[in-house]
Structure formats: structure tokens, C-alpha cells
């Protein structure tokens, strides 16, 4: 084998590679020691190959100094393995009805599988991940959002004293979103608002919602008018006129509710595109879309 043979050939020049760490350095020393919550779910975790630049992800930003906290949803790991036992599954405004024997599925899809894939693809790189539920430590206090729909829960609270001591030994969390109430009955939350509260319990820098769009776009059919940066009232205010509608609304809405929970940005981006957490954090141009509140922006 000859050294050519040995050298690792990613496509690009020495000199491109140095220029992308140069690039990185000051973001890297920006956000040292800064907690960055990342929802994950969808395409980049049922793909392989995405599955595992994921990880590697989050391992470097935990390797640089940053303190990443995984929360990550489930919902079609749960419904194909209804679809195997058998069980039909109701959907009311987009959210699944819960039953006793749908929320026991649930659980064990989420804390007993998709969890222990997550915290397992972490650990190749090193003992770091550690999988927590909602349910863990009282982490997510829950309250049912509507009867029609069973065990579907909202958060009432959290109290994040055990993911900030995972922190502070430099673990990486991986929080599986099933809460419970104060009488011990649990609850499937979406992991888009466990995220959101998590992030403004924790007082993040950033959250980070890994979607399979590029961002906020102005026309769902052009993925060129995509919007870099907007605030709070920005967003309000393309609702109002209808410039943000359809099923972009329940992911602006997601941001809105992170930053007005306390988390200083909140950031839409692909999930489809491999390595995009590290593009979004640590390049000049960013690739996705920043939500701020806009009051210290």
C-alpha cells in the first residue's frame, strides 16, 4: 500500500480543510462550555449513514468544550411496530391517541429501543452518552392534553437538577420523552416541546431542531427562500399574513416557545444533510434558519 493508498481523501484540498478549522476556532471558543439542546428525530435518525455523522457530531462538540443534551422522538419506530402486532392506530390533529396498551408500546420504542440506539452509536467514540426518560429523577412533571387522546401528556415542569449533574461530568444526555405526573402515571410527550422546555430550564445557548426541511421558508415550494435569521415578531407576524403556513407552522411554533422558555436561539435546519449541526454552529454562513426573541438579538 502506498502512503497516496493511506491518506484519507475527503474531496477536498489541505488548504480548504485548515480554512474550515480556522473558520470553526472562534465559534468553538464562543460556545465552550455552553449547553446546546438537540432534538432529533425523523430522516437523519432512520438513516444509517445520518445516524452515524450524527453521533460523530455530537461527540466533537462535546470533545471542543460545548455540553449537548439529545432529545429525540420516535413516532415511526412506535408505528411500525403497531402496524407488527397488529394494533390500528387513530390520529386526532396529528397527534397519535394514546391507549394503556399504545403508551406501554410507546415506552418500550422509546426508553427500551430508540434510546439505547442513540446513547449506544455515542459511545463508539467513548463512554459519554448516558439515556435518561422524562420519567427519571422527576425530570418532566406531565398533565394530559385532552382526554380524546389518552396518554398524550404536556410538560408542566422540569427539573433538570440530574441532566445538569450528567453535565458537569462531561456526559452527554439522551432524554427519552415519556413524563409522569405525581400520581406515577406516565405520559408521551412530543419531543419537540420537551426539547423547548429543556432548553429554557437548562438556560441554552442554543436549541438546535434537526427537520427535513432546510429551514423556514417563505414558499414551501422553493427551497431557495429560505429565512437565515428571524425573530420572534418576524415569525408572528408571517403567520398573521399567511406567509408561514401549513405544517411549517407547528415547527416556528416549536422555536418560539424554546426562546420564550429561556434558550437563547433556537435553529431549524436539515437533518438530511450530513454533519449539518457542525455546519450551523461553527461556519460563518450557517446553513438553516436562527430563531431569537429578539429582545437581546
Do not use: W
Not at 429501543?113 to 463512554?127: E, F, L, M, P, Q
Not at 406515577?184 to 426541511?213: P, R
Request: hydrophobic share 45%; glycine share 14%.
Amino acid at each position: 500500500m502506498t502512503e497516496t493508498d493511506m491518506t484519507p481523501n475527503r474531496g477536498f484540498a489541505p488548504e480548504q480543510r485548515a480554512g474550515a478549522l480556522v473558520e470553526a476556532l472562534p465559534y468553538i471558543q464562543r460556545f465552550r462550555g455552553a449547553v446546546v439542546v438537540v432534538k432529533y428525530g425523523g430522516n437523519a435518525m432512520t438513516e444509517p449513514s445520518l445516524a452515524t455523522t450524527f453521533a460523530e457530531d455530537i461527540v466533537l462538540l462535546r470533545s471542543v468544550g460545548l455540553k449537548p443534551v439529545v432529545v429525540h422522538g420516535g413516532g415511526p419506530q412506535i408505528g411500525e411496530l403497531l402496524r407488527r402486532l397488529g394494533k390500528e392506530t387513530e390520529f386526532v390533529d396529528g397527534l397519535r391517541v394514546t391507549d394503556e396498551e399504545t403508551l406501554d408500546v410507546a415506552r418500550m420504542v422509546l426508553v427500551g429501543k430508540v434510546g439505547r440506539d442513540i446513547v449506544g452509536s455515542i459511545n463508539v467514540h467513548g463512554a459519554y452518552a448516558v439515556g435518561l426518560s422524562g420519567e427519571d429523577g422527576g425530570l418532566i412533571t406531565a398533565a394530559p392534553r385532552d382526554k380524546a387522546l389518552g396518554f398524550v401528556g404536556d410538560v408542566v415542569s422540569v427539573q433538570p437538577g440530574i441532566i445538569e449533574g450528567l453535565l458537569a461530568e462531561d456526559m452527554i444526555p439522551v432524554i427519552s420523552t415519556i413524563g409522569s405526573d405525581g400520581a406515577g402515571q406516565s405520559y408521551n410527550i412530543n419531543a419537540d416541546t420537551v426539547a423547548g422546555a429543556l432548553a429554557g430550564a437548562l438556560g441554552a445557548e442554543k436549541i438546535v431542531y434537526l427537520t427535513d426541511v432546510p429551514g423556514l421558508l417563505t414558499d414551501v415550494d422553493d427551497m431557495s427562500s429560505i429565512v437565515a435569521r428571524a425573530d420572534v415578531a418576524d415569525i408572528e407576524a408571517m403567520i398573521i399574513d399567511g406567509t408561514i403556513s401549513g405544517g411549517m407552522i407547528p415547527k416556528v411554533r416549536a422555536c418560539i416557545e424554546a426562546v420564550t422558555a429561556g434558550a437563547r436561539s433556537a435553529h431549524m435546519l436539515d437533518g438530511r444533510i450530513p454533519h449539518v449541526l457542525l455546519l450551523e454552529l461553527f461556519t460563518d454562513a450557517g446553513i438553516g434558519t436562527m430563531v431569537t426573541s429578539g429582545e437581546s438579538s
